[in-house]
């Protein structure tokens, strides 16, 4: 039997969650309808963090109860992990680009301007590192530290961007936008719940977790 004394529709708390862009833009909204639904009461403060680890340190300094983001790259028993959100890349042009047209080949994606999100200042993403493993690199028109603005960019010049498909789908920008699969062989990129083991117990948390879970399964 669980303990008592945590009523969701009652609590007046404040959870402190750690996100990174992508499930700030996907999974947010959802969330906090749910939280408006199940516990109006309750606060949620959203820390952003760009490195993975340092999610990590977040947690052991009891900065945020859990966070939402790429996994750590140490594990560590005292950090949980659950896979959350999984998404595949794909890559965007706009609509009015002459590209749009031609499809994209290898050939048509190389002689394209490039935009690169990279939250930790990294100018060799995943898809440099694709191509660099077949012996070929890409021209960087813009590198960014934060994915939003990439689709109001791309609609608007003749560059393009390997981004989320989630993302690309929901943005405002969308309908400005052609999607295709890149032309290169991408992983797709998981999104996992992270905490503090110490919280194990903590019957609020474990409520704010299953919600988080069941919002994202909803998606």
């Not at 960019?153 to 699969?181: C, G, H, Y």
């Amino acid at each position: 039997m669980k303990p008592t004394g945590f009523v969701p529709a009652q609590a007046a708390l404040t959870f402190n969650l750690g996100l990174q862009d992508y499930p700030t833009f996907v999974l947010l909204p959802a969330l906090l309808q749910a939280l408006g639904e199940q516990a109006p009461k309750v606060l949620l403060n959203v820390r952003a963090f760009n490195d993975r680890d340092h999610a990590v340190d977040l947690l052991d300094a009891g900065a945020i109860d859990a966070a939402i983001g790429v996994a750590p790259t140490q594990t560590d028993s005292r950090i949980s992990s659950l896979p959350l959100l999984h998404d595949e890349f794909v890559t965007i042009v706009a609509r009015r680009n002459p590209a749009a047209s031609r499809g994209m080949t290898m050939k048509n994606y190389l002689s394209l301007s490039h935009v690169l999100v990279s939250p930790e200042g990294d100018r060799h993403g995943i898809v440099d590192q694709a191509l660099a493993r077949q012996g070929k690199t890409r021209r960087l028109g813009l590198t960014l530290p934060q994915m939003f603005a990439v689709p109001a960019v791309v609609a608007r010049t003749d560059m393009t961007a390997t981004v989320l498909k989630r993302f690309a789908s929901a943005a405002q920008e969308a309908a400005d936008l052609v999607l295709f699969p890149p032309p290169l062989a991408l992983p797709e990129m998981t999104f996992h719940l992270i905490w503090h083991r110490r919280v194990d117990n903590s019957v609020a948390q474990a409520w704010l977790r299953d919600l988080i879970g069941a919002t994202a399964a909803s998606l």
